[in-house]
């Protein structure tokens, strides 16, 4: 059992050749992306299981004297953002491809589509019909609709400032790769809002 | 044992190009080669120098080295806490410190042990030693890491400086509501400690990611997941637990009962429909979690410890994997045994007792292996192997109140009593923080080059062990005896008082042996014996480098052919090139198998992270006396999000883009 001095090296073969730069499951950039879904989505997933434990203190829910939430301005922006992840993927294709071109364009498109959605948020959060502060049934609606909209202005914030950089600086190739990993986390972003959709502005209605 | 044949592991996964990874035969490589390519990784891989490089380093052995010592310096300030509250209670009646003082004191010495003391201890000698191990030139995302530490520090300076200014948290470290709630705890106190957790939580949020990919995806080539050093192991199960812990309390504790105080939600509030005990349930959903988040990584430091000192390789390797993964699923499931005397249904009462119980058992298989490891060997008792001795003792004494405490009948009786004050400390000092001195013993020549001195380590470490055992043993009789804990003061009458005494005394011994400690790691680190770069004749890959261990970490990425890299390969050291010395880059290889998958361009310097986190902190500090520095700090760090981004973006290498089953040169 002697130790190798650390000058004393025998390769085993090179890996000069490999790439430098990957897509997907490969990069540690997605790895690091899937490591913050997973605290945020378990995030929104504690504060919904609060959500209920709260319902328990309640015969009805929303509490009697308050009204049903509105629905209008959620579903307007619900479809808006199941719409916004068409982009979202089409840009992904386009950096799959090194395409410049069709990334900028969907990067566009994807920026125009997704700032609304958070202005929309906005009014959304007055269409729970309750403030925070009225009662437990009011902090615990707006802290799940809240805690999401956090991190839907961040990663709005990441595509516009995405878009900005591919359209007023020239941009290292590596970046392709974060393109797609910011369509990725989009994903996430739309899909975690279903359940939480559910939840708050159709689960009164039916319980 | 054989030595296993001398070649990659072949490439069965058709996830790499074609023929990019010729099968070659073994070179020996050349040393004035090498000697030459160590020079021009140092010049990549170096930090810039004077503040400006200090400020904006990102090596991963700078950051866990600041994160490590400003650690230990809150173990002190903790300790120092706790002497002072054994000054106060070795006697009857004392008035050293009056009861408002003693309620900062005792909430600040918790929080500083749980929040600024163990957990990032735990998790810097992870983001020390977990790239070191694997064999990686450095981990996954350096900015990332410092942004964390620097998080971190935020929260350290925020807690102390508050302490300075009266403004100290003084509702327990477990700040239950309803006292720390708006009405019975008016002022900016639970405050403080309500956006200090969220500093801290963070912090640990992004060592745990961190630690994850490194772990996942930057092993060297040849180490499986069957393969994985034990210490890596630990520390991946609690990087996963940290993930699933951690936002409990970052969501109880910022956007709960920071915001029930601040704007008046109704969380906690029983009026409004609010419910206090479940703030209990979600902290303890963190809190019980934490107690393994901070003990596994002391169980993953025994292994390389005794297999070392025993010249053993350890028994029952996938016993132990499973046992640790199996307490990071359990721990989820106790967290109730903290709320036996609120009103939990009996069915409730009985599945968390069970649950408490079983806990024991994949704990207890690992000491059975570590035995059976250390019996069949023939242990050398260096200081940090009387470290381990030591920590047998002491946290199977822990661990078996921990089952007393688990049946519901007694825990009432002994609820809030020293009793648990008596089995916490078993545990965490028994578990966490005796196996962490053995690590510092063990690993000091690696981060200074310099042995420690063994026999002023050997006065240290059985002062420590006597220390810990004399004061918390007769904490459990105290318990017993019915005296509650966080009281400031007791009458005479009562009879506590010898026992208190001792308790006192025997904190005095542990003063004592800390203190030693830290004269022997000053001398040592000025003028201990030069280590070289295995000095205990180890088999980890951290010992196949350098004591300390360059900026680049490895010369050539090793390959691994066994549990045990340096036992099973002898020399030279089988290793891949082609790794480029011209810019920083890191191997990446396939989550299963560690087959090498791609280069990767690694981050150089930044200042960001400090500046990110300068902005989080006026966040939440500010937030304490205004909302709106919710909005100013939401702003500022949008616009720290685009000058990150921006220098992230700043080069344009050629680079071979591996994409839809081609490699392209491209810029």
Redesign the interface.
């Given at each position: 059992?002697?130790?190798?001095?650390?000058?004393?090296?025998?390769?085993?073969?090179?890996?000069?050749?490999?790439?430098?730069?990957?897509?997907g499951h490969?990069?540690?950039m997605w790895?690091?992306t899937l490591?913050?879904m997973?605290?945020e989505g378990?995030?929104l997933a504690?504060?919904a299981a609060?959500y209920f434990?709260?319902r328990q203190?309640?015969l009805t829910w929303p509490?009697i004297t308050i009204p049903l939430p509105s629905v209008t301005i959620p579903t307007i922006n619900l479809v808006l953002m199941v719409a916004s992840v068409v982009p979202a993927w089409l840009a992904d294709r386009a950096a799959?491809?090194?395409d410049v071109g069709a990334v900028k364009l969907w990067l566009l498109i994807s920026t125009l589509m997704s700032l609304p959605i958070p202005i929309l948020r906005w009014y959304e959060l007055w269409s729970l019909n309750v403030r925070?502060?009225?009662?437990?049934?009011?902090?615990?609606a707006?802290?799940l609709v809240g805690?999401h909209a956090t991190l839907l202005?961040?990663d709005v914030?990441?595509t516009v400032?995405?878009t900005l950089?591919y359209w007023f600086?020239?941009?290292?190739?590596?970046?392709?790769s974060?393109t797609s990993d910011n369509s990725f986390y989009w994903y996430f972003m739309v899909a975690i809002w279903l359940p939480v959709y559910l939840i708050v502005y159709v689960g009164p209605y039916v319980f | 044992m054989t030595n296993p044949a001398r070649r990659l592991p072949p490439n069965e996964s058709a996830v790499t190009e074609p023929a990019a990874l010729p099968d070659a035969t073994p070179v020996t490589l050349n040393e004035d080669v090498l000697i030459d390519d160590a020079r021009r990784l140092e010049m990549t891989w170096r930090d810039g120098g004077g503040l400006w490089g200090w400020l904006t380093t990102v090596d991963h052995k700078v950051i866990a080295r600041r994160y490590i010592i400003t650690a230990f310096l809150m173990f002190i300030a903790g300790g120092l806490e706790a002497g002072m509250m054994r000054m106060q209670l070795a006697r009857p009646e004392n008035t050293f410190l009056g009861p408002d003082r003693y309620n900062q004191i005792f909430t600040t010495h918790g929080t500083t042990m749980m929040f600024l003391f163990a957990v990032p201890i735990m998790t810097a000698m992870g983001l020390y030693f977990v790239p070191l191990m694997v064999g990686a030139r450095s981990i996954a995302f350096p900015r990332l890491n410092a942004f964390g530490y620097y998080t971190y520090l935020m929260g350290v300076i925020f807690l102390y400086v508050s302490l300075f200014l009266n403004m100290a948290p003084d509702a327990g470290w477990t700040a239950y509501v309803p006292l720390s709630g708006p009405e019975y705890s008016p002022g900016h106190r639970v405050d403080v400690w309500a956006q200090l957790v969220t500093f801290t939580e963070i912090a640990a949020l992004a060592a745990a990611v961190n630690i994850i990919v490194t772990t996942f995806k930057m092993r060297a080539p040849g180490m499986s997941l069957n393969r994985i050093p034990l210490f890596v192991w630990a520390q991946l199960v609690v990087a996963f637990m940290i993930i699933f812990a951690m936002p409990a309390v970052a969501i109880a504790s910022t956007l709960q009962l920071a915001s029930d105080r601040a704007i008046a939600t109704h969380w906690f509030n029983p009026a409004e429909g609010g419910d206090a005990l479940l703030w209990q349930h979600i902290f303890w959903f963190f809190g019980h979690p934490e107690v393994y988040i901070i003990f596994l990584p002391g169980l993953g430091f025994i292994t390389p410890i005794v297999e070392t000192f025993c010249r053993r390789r350890v028994f029952g390797y996938t016993a132990i994997v499973l046992s640790n993964i199996t307490t990071g699923f359990f721990a989820f499931g106790l967290w109730v045994h903290h709320m036996f005397a609120t009103p939990i249904p009996e069915l409730g009462q009985s599945l968390f007792t069970a649950a408490s119980m079983m806990i024991a058992i994949p704990t207890g298989v690992q000491i059975f292996c570590w035995l059976v490891t250390m019996f069949s060997g023939r242990p050398r008792l260096t200081t940090a192997m009387v470290l381990i001795l030591g920590f047998f003792i002491t946290f199977v004494n822990g661990g078996l109140t921990g089952v007393m405490l688990a049946s519901v009948g007694f825990d009432k009786q002994v609820h809030d009593t020293f009793f648990v004050v008596a089995h916490l400390h078993y545990v965490l000092l028994g578990g966490a923080v005796t196996p962490l001195f053995a690590a510092f013993y063990f690993w000091f020549p690696k981060v200074t080059g310099r042995l420690m001195n063994e026999t002023l380590g050997k006065w240290q470490a059985w002062l420590f062990i006597i220390g810990v055992n004399l004061t918390f043993f007769p904490m459990h009789i105290l318990g017993l005896n019915g005296m509650p804990r966080r009281i400031y003061t007791y009458l005479s009458q009562t009879g506590w008082g010898p026992l208190n005494a001792l308790v006192s005394a025997g904190a005095v011994i542990i003063v004592v042996s800390v203190t030693l400690f830290i004269v022997n790691a000053a001398m040592s680190w000025r003028s201990g014996l030069l280590a070289g770069a295995n000095p205990w004749d180890s088999y980890g890959l951290e010992w196949a480098t350098p004591s300390p261990a360059p900026s680049y970490n490895f010369l050539n990425t090793p390959v691994v052919l066994g549990r045990h890299p340096l036992w099973d390969t002898g020399s030279p050291l089988p290793v891949v090139t082609g790794l480029r010395t011209d810019r920083r880059e890191v191997l990446v290889t396939t989550t299963f198998d560690a087959q090498p998958d791609h280069r990767h361009k690694h981050p150089t310097a930044s200042i960001w992270p400090l500046i990110m986190a300068l902005v989080m902190a006026e966040l939440w500090i500010g937030s304490i006396f205004t909302p709106w520095a919710v909005l100013g700090g939401v702003g500022l760090t949008l616009l720290c999000m685009l000058g990150w981004g921006w220098q992230s973006t700043a080069e344009t290498d050629v680079e071979r883009v591996a994409t839809e089953g081609r490699i392209v040169e491209a810029a």
């Open positions: 059992m002697t130790t190798p001095s650390p000058t004393r090296q025998e390769s085993l073969g090179s890996v000069r050749d490999l790439p430098t730069v990957t897509f490969r990069s540690l790895w690091g490591g913050f997973t605290i378990w995030s504690l504060i609060m434990y709260i203190n309640f509490p799959r491809r090194l925070w502060d009225t009662n437990a049934y009011g902090s615990a707006w802290l805690s202005i961040l914030a990441d400032g995405l950089f600086k020239r941009m290292p190739i590596k970046a392709m974060d | -």
